[in-house]
Every structure is written in C-alpha cells, then in structure tokens.
C-alpha cells in the first residue's frame, strides 16, 4: 500500500508564482525524498531529507520536514513553465531496506 | 551516457505471452530495485537486489514475477502468462548501497497486455 499522501492532488498557477506541495506518511522514516516525473517519462530525484534534518534547499527548491506530524512540504518558487509535472513524496520508513514508499502525486499545472 | 537504461521502453503482448525486461543500472551502483507504476498512481516497489542477491520482494509480485541480477550488474524482469492487470509502466532505478541514498530512475518500460 502506499504509505504517502500528496496534497494537493492538482495545482495549477501562473509563470512566476510559487508552488507548495504536502505530503503526510504514516509511520517513522529513514528519510524522505521528492521525484518529479514529467508525463510518460522515468522520475527525477530532486532531494532527500533525512529524518533529523529540519529544512534543506536546492536551488528554487525548500522542501521541510516535520517528524512530529509525520509531514513534508516542497516548495518549488519563481516557477516556469519546465516545472509542469507530476512531483512524488516518497520516504524509506525505519525498518526497510531502502525500497521507497511512493504517494500519488501532485500534478503541478504551470501556464506560461 | 551513464544513467539507467531500460530495455525495450514499449511491449505489447497478448494476454497469456510471456515477456521480459532488461534494465542497466549506473554502473558503481550495487542496488537495484524494480517498481511498478499505473496511471495516476505513483510507483509501487515489487523488489529489489544487492549485488547479485534478491533481497526483497513485495507480495505483488507474484508466482508468474520473477527477477534476476546474474554477476550483479543488469537485471532482467519476467512476466509469465500475462493478464491484462500486468499492463502498465515498470521502472528500474540503482542506488548506492543502504537505504540513505536517493535512487536513479531508468525511463521505464510501457507494457500493454491486450
């Protein structure tokens, strides 16, 4: 079963707005990772955060993690119209191997 | 070009064929895992290898599934007896070893079982 939840299921905004995507999960992780999949195509790792990290960056991307409400949100600013896809939350919960526990996307809409 | 690769991207097959996958993964990497992913969904684990060993595997991945990594390098995924259920995308990424690592995507092989 899937173990996260992406809120919301769609967004859709303007060139130049930001974009904010939640994710919850339910039970203790290793860490926690975003993909972006553009239709049809493989995912791209964008970042991992591991569980005793609070906030990280890379470049346009803020992705924050809160152990205590088991919850993640990625922040993608100044978007552009190359930003349109799917994004994916997925954590490697505590006891695992390291096998990634998708949810099911937020399909980010970005109109030029 | 060094990312994943996987073999054929397409397959179409009749329901009850038998088909296989080739992924390759970053060459330094010794993890390899296979996940399956239909639409509007996100990807699902069904297993995974360190080196040449199958370590894990999800309960999808049933009887007809099997898997193998030969001298721990490309790995091969086999589908018996297709059903029109097995018909989505099945992707193969590669990772350093442990579970701390971000995980490389291949572009993934589209199965339609007709």
């Known amino acids: 079963s899937q173990q996260g939840e992406e809120d919301p299921q769609a967004l859709s905004i303007q060139e130049g707005e930001n974009a904010t995507m939640n994710c919850s999960y339910k039970t203790s992780i290793n860490n926690l990772q975003w993909y972006r999949q553009n239709s049809g195509r493989g995912l791209v790792h964008l970042i991992l955060i591991r569980s005793n990290e609070r906030e990280k960056h890379s470049g346009r991307l803020r992705v924050t993690l809160d152990t205590s409400k088991k919850s993640s949100s990625l922040l993608i600013t100044a978007s552009r119209a190359a930003d349109t896809a799917s994004y994916f939350c997925a954590t490697v919960y505590g006891g695992s191997q390291g096998n990634l526990i998708f949810g099911k996307g937020t399909k980010l809409s970005v109109k030029p | ?114």
Request: charged letters at 25%; glycine letters at 10%; hydrophobic letters at 25%.
């Open chain 2, 1 to 114: 070009d060094t990312g994943v690769s996987q073999n054929p991207r397409h397959k179409i097959t009749k329901r009850g064929q038998n088909v296989t996958f080739r992924c390759d993964p970053i060459s330094e990497h010794n993890r390899l895992y296979w996940y399956r992913q239909t639409l509007g969904q996100g990807p699902e684990f069904l297993t995974y290898f360190q080196n040449e060993a199958q370590l894990e595997k999800s309960r999808l991945l049933s009887d007809r599934f099997s898997a193998e990594r030969p001298k721990g390098s490309f790995s091969t995924l086999e589908i018996q007896r297709t059903e029109q259920g097995d018909s989505a995308m099945y992707l193969c990424a590669s990772s350093l070893e442990g579970g701390g690592y971000e995980q490389y995507f291949g572009p993934g092989t589209r199965l339609t079982v007709t």
